[in-house]
């Protein structure tokens, strides 16, 4: 009926066969005299049976692929030769707050600042023209938190010459966090085992002026008041320089033999 009224009309249909399932392309076009009245169609009938079989064939590949993709714990996705998401797993919808429907088509910049959407389309033209691999740490906005990632990415040629390039996302910030944690565990003990140093080096020292100062108030009978006062304050410094230096001592022995598992 639609060719009848003057416009061109496709569809598609199937048919059952002793072989299988037949699929046919239909296309109808309108010939006209020269009023411009329709006065017969010029039909076209084309077999496309392997056509149809070879997108089936294809769709379940894919399925498969993604149920495959959709086991890995990292955002995993594949990009055309222009940029456009073709395929990504559930990590990578969960990891930008998106879904299929949202995704495919879409060139991932529109998730990402402005600023930062040049130097991504950079670098993706770089690993699809030149088919080198790309690696790097890097630093990207995930549900409103600064992430550290590792991103990979190489190019995939298919059988028709296709340019793909497929992409992975490593979350390190965790990592990174715990490597920050046991550097500054080890400055501390470094410190520590200065502090520790420096207080038995005092100490030895120390001894030894406490040593004769206390040898002095044994023997002090004969100091005037003046004296005596002089040695009491001495006595009374190094003292508190012993407990101080204790303090020391007590503060690297506990740095030093506290571990705590990171």
């Known amino acids: 009926?639609?060719?009848?009224?003057?416009?061109?009309?496709?569809?598609?249909?199937?048919?059952?066969?002793?072989?299988?399932t037949l699929y046919f392309?239909?296309?109808?076009?309108?010939?006209?005299?020269?009023?411009?009245?329709?006065?017969?169609?010029?039909?076209?009938?084309?077999?496309?049976?392997?056509r149809k079989q070879s997108e089936e064939?294809?769709?379940?590949?894919?399925?498969?692929?993604?149920?495959?993709?959709?086991?890995?714990?990292?955002?995993?996705?594949?990009?055309?030769?222009?940029?456009?998401?073709?395929?990504?797993?559930?990590?990578?919808?969960?990891?930008?707050?998106?879904?299929?429907?949202?995704?495919?088509g879409q060139t991932l910049v529109e998730v990402v600042p402005e600023s930062?959407?040049?130097?991504?389309?950079?670098?993706?033209?770089?690993?699809?023209?030149?088919?080198?691999?790309?690696?790097?740490?890097?630093?990207?906005?995930?549900?409103?938190?600064?992430?550290?990632v590792i991103t990979r990415k190489v190019?995939?040629?298919?059988?028709?010459?296709?340019?793909?390039?497929?992409?992975?996302?490593?979350?390190?910030t965790e990592h990174r966090r715990i490597e920050e944690q046991l550097q500054i565990r080890q400055r501390m003990d470094s410190i520590g085992t200065l502090v520790g140093g420096i207080a038995h080096d005092f100490n030895n020292i120390l001894a030894a002026l406490k040593g004769n100062i206390d040898l002095l108030g044994i023997n002090s009978d004969n100091f005037n008041q003046k004296q005596k006062k002089f040695l009491d304050n001495a006595s009374t410094s190094s003292n508190r320089a012993v407990e101080l230096i204790g303090?020391?001592?007590t503060l690297s022995n506990v740095r030093n033999s506290n571990t705590t598992t990171i």
């Open 155 to 172: 190019r995939f040629i298919d059988e028709s010459g296709q340019r793909y390039l497929v992409c992975s996302i490593h979350d390190i």
């Open 57 to 104: 064939v294809m769709k379940d590949e894919k399925n498969r692929i993604r149920a495959i993709l959709d086991l890995v714990g990292d955002p995993i996705f594949v990009k055309d030769n222009e940029h456009r998401i073709t395929l990504a797993n559930r990590a990578f919808y969960d990891i930008f707050c998106t879904d299929e429907n949202s995704a495919i």
């Open 247 to 249: 303090q020391f001592q």
């Open 116 to 148: 930062e959407r040049h130097y991504i389309f950079e670098i993706d033209r770089q690993v699809l023209d030149t088919g080198i691999s790309d690696l790097r740490e890097e630093e990207i906005n995930v549900k409103g938190h600064l992430r550290t």
């Open 25 to 50: 392309s239909s296309s109808f076009n309108p010939i006209r005299d020269e009023a411009g009245n329709v006065i017969k169609l010029m039909g076209i009938t084309q077999d496309i049976t392997e």
């Open 1 to 20: 009926d639609k060719a009848k009224g003057g416009e061109a009309a496709k569809f598609e249909f199937s048919a059952p066969a002793a072989a299988g």
